[in-house]
């Protein structure tokens, strides 16, 4: 019964939320100084990225290096038993950064910070959040239906087959995601900023 609770899409929301309250939550009671004293998500921050010239494709090589390397030491908890947890502890970080990163930007900015914190995750963001939700529940159904468990596993290339697959298509996904992050996001940033 437990298996079939913990790897189920309606359990990865009340761990984002409780990841993301607790980030605002450690923001409220211990984070007002330290948000207050960081240059970034300050006017300054700002005003200088209006004005820089962004590098996209240099963006793209970091964006798309950094998702599919957390991506892929997360799909190969798959293959063990804990690759439920480490998809619940990703949601749970995610939530928590999250609400860090607006409580922050409500902090020094009011809503204008808000603002900028959704026009930051926009337009990938339309990508990245179904297609995580995919692969969640690829990574769970995986860890927790592993066909080699209790026995050595033995090569049998059907068994790997379709959890390979699920690598292939995430990397596609990731690399839309990125093309959106580096070359469309920076506009829509760009310009909420020049409106605050």
Avoid: D
Wanted: net charge positive; with cysteine; glycine share 10%.
């Amino acid at each position: 019964m437990w298996k079939k609770i913990t790897g189920t899409r309606k359990t990865f929301l009340p761990v984002f939320l409780t990841g993301f309250a607790a980030g605002i939550l450690y923001m409220v009671l211990f984070g007002r100084g330290a948000a207050h004293e960081t240059a970034l998500l300050g006017r300054y921050f700002f005003s200088r990225y209006q004005q820089a010239e962004l590098a996209s494709g240099e963006l793209l090589r970091y964006t798309l290096k950094s998702r599919v390397s957390q991506f892929t030491l997360l799909w190969l908890t798959g293959f063990t038993f804990f690759g439920t947890a480490a998809v619940f502890l990703s949601l749970a970080w995610m939530g928590a950064a999250l609400g860090i990163t607006l409580t922050t930007a409500a902090m020094k900015l009011g809503f204008a910070g808000i603002l900028v914190c959704l026009a930051s995750g926009l337009p990938q963001f339309f990508l990245y959040v179904p297609a995580a939700v995919w692969l969640f529940q690829k990574i769970c159904e995986t860890s927790e239906n592993r066909p080699w468990k209790g026995q050595r596993y033995s090569g049998n290339s059907r068994q790997m087959m379709p959890y390979l697959l699920v690598w292939g298509l995430g990397f596609l996904l990731l690399l839309a995601g990125s093309l959106l992050e580096s070359y469309v996001n920076p506009m829509f940033l760009k310009l909420i900023l020049k409106n605050i």
